[in-house]
């Protein structure tokens, strides 16, 4: 009885395979602005500029004083205020305006010393090409005076101007260091007087 209960054949049983599929692609990024990889650097079309220069000047064209006057050279600063305009990747346009302040020294035939305060207010533009090294063009026009403690000379004041160039470094975000050479004059009716500055300036990019 036992052989014959052995001699019956089980039920076949099937076993359950489960197989599954690649997982699906995740959807796609929205399009800009809801999504800007940070790594893209985006350049606003207009920022705020403010700048400050310090720089040395060295008189080139002087008027001939009744007492031997002799002006000698000395420093100042600028602080300058613009729009920088992009007119196209890597190029801009600025207009500012800006005050700016010199002092020189002088000494007569007697030995006695004096100082000349030049003071002028100034409207312009630059012109910058690049990114991280930026060379720069510029020139302003303005009106000028002059102060100064020898009783020989008559305080005058008139149109100035200036030209120069700049030569800028901008690896940190919002802020240029740079170095620059201008020629200056101020044309006044009487002791017109000219000098060549050369100093270091920084800027602050608001945008």
Same mark, same amino acid.
């Given at each position: 009885?036992?052989?014959?209960?052995?001699?019956?054949?089980?039920?076949?049983?099937?076993?359950?395979?489960?197989? @599954?599929?690649?997982? #699906?692609? =995740? =959807?796609?990024?929205?399009? =800009?602005?809801?999504?800007?990889?940070?790594?893209?650097?985006?350049?606003?079309?207009?920022?705020?500029?403010?700048?400050?220069?310090?720089?040395?000047?060295?008189?080139?064209?002087?008027?001939?004083? *009744?007492?031997?006057?002799?002006?000698?050279?000395?420093?100042?600063?600028?602080?300058?205020?613009?729009?920088?305009?992009?007119?196209?990747?890597?190029?801009?346009?600025?207009?500012?305006?800006?005050?700016? @302040?010199?002092? +020189? !020294?002088?000494?007569?035939?007697?030995?006695?010393?004096?100082?000349?305060?030049?003071?002028?207010?100034?409207?312009? *533009?630059?012109?910058?090409?690049?990114?991280? !090294?930026?060379?720069?063009? @510029?020139?302003? %026009?303005?009106?000028?005076?002059?102060?100064?403690?020898?009783?020989?000379?008559?305080?005058?004041?008139? #149109?100035? !101007?200036? %030209?120069?160039?700049? +030569?800028?470094?901008?690896?940190?975000?919002? +802020?240029?260091?740079?170095?620059?050479?201008?020629?200056?004059?101020?044309?006044?009716?009487?002791?017109?007087?000219?000098? %060549?500055?050369?100093?270091?300036?920084?800027?602050?990019?608001? !945008?």
């Amino acid at each position: 009885m036992a052989s014959a209960a052995s001699a019956v054949s089980r039920p076949a049983c099937a076993q359950r395979v489960y197989v @599954y599929g690649p997982a #699906p692609a =995740p =959807p796609p990024p929205p399009p =800009p602005p809801y999504y800007r990889p940070y790594y893209v650097y985006r350049e606003p079309p207009y920022a705020f500029v403010l700048g400050v220069d310090f720089d040395g000047a060295a008189p080139v064209s002087t008027p001939q004083f *009744a007492d031997g006057n002799d002006l000698k050279g000395g420093g100042g600063m600028k602080i300058r205020a613009g729009e920088r305009i992009r007119l196209q990747p890597g190029l801009h346009i600025t207009p500012e305006v800006g005050y700016g @302040y010199t002092h +020189l !020294f002088a000494t007569d035939d007697n030995g006695n010393a004096y100082d000349w305060d030049l003071h002028r207010i100034f409207a312009g *533009a630059r012109l910058e090409i690049g990114r991280f !090294f930026v060379p720069a063009l @510029y020139g302003h %026009v303005g009106y000028g005076w002059q102060v100064t403690g020898d009783p020989t000379v008559q305080g005058t004041d008139g #149109p100035s !101007f200036d %030209v120069g160039g700049a +030569l800028d470094l901008r690896v940190i975000p919002h +802020l240029g260091l740079g170095v620059h050479v201008e020629y200056v004059t101020v044309a006044a009716e009487h002791d017109s007087i000219d000098w %060549v500055a050369v100093g270091l300036h920084a800027s602050i990019v608001f !945008f």
